[in-house]
């Protein structure tokens, strides 16, 4: 798949001495590339649909939006063929590109995600109209959980503790979240509650990584297994029969004035619940903490090389445990999105791998916060096509579309991340 | 539970006096690890039972008037806790209300024909776990071998025997295939295991479902239902005692697999390089070892074993047609049962069992006294988390650490399949 070339070795002794640098030629985007722009020849163009000159249409404002952005239809047909050839185009530069031993500038592959998505968009929206605001604000809504999750778990791995339990720290969260919240009457203490069940979940994980020195990935299966069933039997036996400990009261959306005006943006970042704009909060706090602070610089020591930190006076153990049990309050508030954000009851099982799913996003985020963040978005953008698209009555299968997340997921984990690397030392118990 | 919780001790021989080795003995047997185990299983069941009380409306009631009537309460717990865990043990093993010992027995054989799946799956979650992979895409692997399997059961008329047997490769093919995706995509691409296997538990759900529904493909003839038609009887798994017994030949094939998972890891030259590549990746390379090669050929093979659950499930449990649900949150148990048996082939068997037990008590226990078959999830849970950490269980019972000279690293190697997951 690859290969590897060394400039020419300096020949005269009187030369100045030149680094010889390794390029490794990857022929893996080209590949993805190649087959994505077959893929829109396939679907755009011999199966292209609105030959006989359906418009696909894209409404870009909301009703009640304040500023009213016109609806721009295309053709059908003609756009897909134009997107097919511009991506057969952008695959061929890519094959030059990497040919000549050079780079594929970022936004060259993500030029050529958006074209594929517009195509897809356009092809899938044939004759009808796709609603993009409500695309994108669903997108947000359906990431939260994920990227508490995802934020939750980065933490907790960065400080060198494999969190798999993630799942666990959410549905914990979304159960006592609801029970808090329907015994006060009061939502806020309802989130309190669920950032305090993420933290005793971390802290089981944290106390038998640490102090017990357990396999972590076996505390995680077994902490997701444990919340799971004793979620379920409470729920059963408490929670089902009176009906008053399950109707918690459900966030509204609040609008934030002028910002929620602006055109597209407002709408999907500025009109959503308390839990959301916490999120964003909690983004920007986990990544200037990780990454701007002394105690970040210390979270990170830890996870990559105990033995260095401990040498210079850094408690190594109580450093993962402070990170692991932050970790479980930002994944436990994540879940009071399922019960206050969402659904506005508990119900068996109900975070349904998401918690997997931030798992994932974690890894394919390459344990940063932001990317991690990113991989949410598009998890969460995924589903909600397939809501949309569902709606607006979809030319493919169903279940091809409900698919296609985790197929675009796998060829993107396969293609553009490829070996992702964890912090060194995660998964691994330090014993002095 | 196994040698690797125990480091045997090394003493000497007729080198100690007759009392100091029967202290020596007695700490082997309280410290050992067969000792965590049963403690372990009574620490879950206590927990279990406090969760039940807890619960419980009658006791509940009796509380409010506690100081008044302490003994109303007392009475309340012991019959809430006793009447469900007797009916977990008559639903799982012995049923003492029968009137002959052939209907007496049949809770047992139902424990083995909820085993069997379990077993299979472990099987194939464990062998990921030997080369150092975390295979959390049992559900996906279950569902392809399932749908594979089925179709040849019931779409494909062959002699009786044959038919069984082609079904059941048919099965196994599509198991190893679904798993062998993963391996060749780690392999080739680097793409990790983890989110490989759970988008492709998702994938293959979808797949399955949209299968179901399509006539000519998994649907049965005639029918809107997303749901196949019936195996045909060429191709069912025969009962081993009898109509009046579930208990299928589906079992001996999972006796089978275990002594072939055996027979691999400690046996054979590719399972050398499976727990090899396990326990060092990186030395494995060195000692020329294909790590590549490695990661697919477990992958496929683990995904053939999980695979066997789903045969098991269409061909025998449920041989009336299946959906979607047909793998039963397997693939999941699976991983659970894996790390009860620490990955070793018949710590697998003899999990599989235990969870299969409980899972038949567990229906009998919610049929009988209505207490959610959930609290033998949680039982599950604590389980494998004590047994996990004998340290802790140690400290609550006030047991001695056994070789208690030992360096403190042996701790760490208290399941096999710590370094082995994380070498990666």
Known sequence: MSTITQSPAPTPASAPIVKATAQIRSWKIPITFGGFAVLSLFLFVLLGRGQRGELSTFRLSQARDVIQLPEVALPTFATGVFVAIVLVFLAAVSV????????????????????????????????????????????????????????????????????VAIEAQLLAGAFSSAVVASATGNPYLGLLAAMVAGALVSMVLAAFALKYLVDQVIVGVVLNVLVIGLTSFLYSQVLAPSANLNSPDVFPRLNIPLLSEIPIIGPVLFRQTIIVYVMYVAVVMVYFGLFRTKWGLRVRAVGEHPQAADTVGINVNRTRFVAVTLGGVISGFGGAYFTLGAVGAFNKEMTNGMGFIALAAVIF???????????????????????????????????????????????????FVGRSRAPAADGKPYIK | MSDAAAPAPAYGPGKKDGSERWTQTLRDITGGSAMISVLAVALALVVGAVLIAFTNERVQETSGYFFSRPLDMVQAVSDAVAGAYSALFQGSIYNFRANNFLTAIRPLTETLTFATPLIAAGLGVGLAFRVGMFNIGGRGQMLIAAGAAGYVAFAIELPAGIHLIVAILAGLLGGAMWGGIVGLLKARTGAHEVIVTIMLNFVALYLIQFLLRTPGALQAPGSNNPKTPAMLPTAVFPDLFGPRYNLHAGFLTVIAATIF???????????????????????????????????????????????????????????????????????????????????????????????????????????????????VVVVQALIVLFIAAPPLVRAMFHLPTPGATKKPKIRADTGRTTNEVVAK
């Not at chain 1, 990497?98 to 356009?122: E, Q, S």
């Not at chain 1, 569902?390 to 796998?410: A, C, K």
């Not at chain 2, 499976?274 to 995904?303: E, L, T």
């Not at chain 2, 009860?340 to 003899?350: D, M, N, V």
């Open chain 2, 261 to 375: 998972v055996w027979w691999l890891l400690s046996r054979s030259n590719l399972g050398f390089q499976f727990r090899a590549v396990g326990q060092n990746p990186n030395a494995a390379r060195v000692a020329g070892i294909n790590v590549k090669n490695v990661y697919m050929y477990a992958m496929a093979i683990s995904g053939a074993l999980v695979g066997l659950a789903g045969i098991n499930q269409v061909l025998g449990t449920v041989t009336t047609g299946f959906g979607a649900g047909i793998d039963a949150g397997i693939g999941f148990d699976a991983i659970t049962v894996a790390l009860l048996g620490r990955s070793k082939p018949w710590g697998i068997f003899a999990a599989g069992i235990l969870f299969g037990a409980f899972k038949a008590g567990g229906f009998a226990m919610q049929a009988a006294e209505g207490v959610p078959i959930d609290i």
């Open chain 1, 365 to 415: 985020g390459q344990w940063h916060p932001i990317k991690a963040t990113l991989a949410a978005l598009l998890f969460g953008f995924a589903t909600n096509l397939q809501n949309v698209l569902g709606i607006i009555g979809s030319p493919v299968p169903s279940e091809f579309m409900l698919m296609l997340p985790y197929v675009v997921t796998i060829f993107a984990v396969a293609g």
């Open chain 1, 96 to 163: 030059w590109l990497v040919y000549g031993h050079r780079k594929i500038p970022i936004v060259l592959t993500i030029l050529f995600a958006l074209l594929f998505l517009v195509g897809f968009l356009a092809w899938a929206a044939s004759g009808s109209t796709i609603p993009v605001p409500g695309l994108l604000i669903g997108t947000v809504t359906l990431s939260a959980p994920l990227i508490f999750g995802a934020l939750g778990g980065v933490l907790s791995e960065r400080a060198g503790v494999v969190n």
